[in-house]
């Protein structure tokens, strides 16, 4: 069992950066791939980042491609996102994941745990 709590969140001027983390507990972190997605009002959750389990390999979509850097920490059992350059689209609720199975980290069915989620809001 992994538990998963995002912080960082907020409110920021569109131009403005945030740096996300998730904390999980367990001592098997390093063995999760990690990922972050996000969900904005109406719309379905989206992916916006990934991380393979030795940190070796990142993901993106190419709507946040030199925006967002995804990393982590395994001694600190953290992953962190740093979301730069945002604009009022990127206002959502973002969550991280942590999973084991095979599969695109692009897609849900990768994570079998996931946090609750924290708020970015980005004013214009």
């Known amino acids: 069992q992994v538990q998963l709590v995002e912080s960082g969140g907020g409110l920021v001027q569109a131009g403005g950066s945030l740096r996300l983390s998730c904390a999980a507990s367990?001592?098997?972190?390093?063995?999760?791939?990690m990922g972050w997605f996000r969900q904005a009002p109406g719309k379905e959750r989206e992916f916006v980042a990934g991380?393979?389990?030795?940190?070796?390999?990142?993901y993106y979509p190419d709507s946040v491609k030199g925006r967002f850097t995804i990393s982590r920490d395994n001694a600190k059992n953290t992953v962190y996102l740093q979301v730069n350059s945002l604009k009022p689209e990127d206002t959502a609720v973002y969550y991280c994941?942590?999973?084991?199975?095979?599969?695109?980290?692009?897609?849900?069915?990768?994570?079998?745990?996931w946090g609750q989620g924290t708020q970015v809001t980005v004013s214009s």
């Open positions: 367990g001592r098997t972190f390093s063995s999760y791939a």
């Open positions: 994941a942590a999973g084991r199975r095979s599969g695109s980290y692009y897609y849900e069915p990768k994570y079998d745990y």
């Open positions: 991380i393979s389990a030795s940190g070796g390999n990142t």
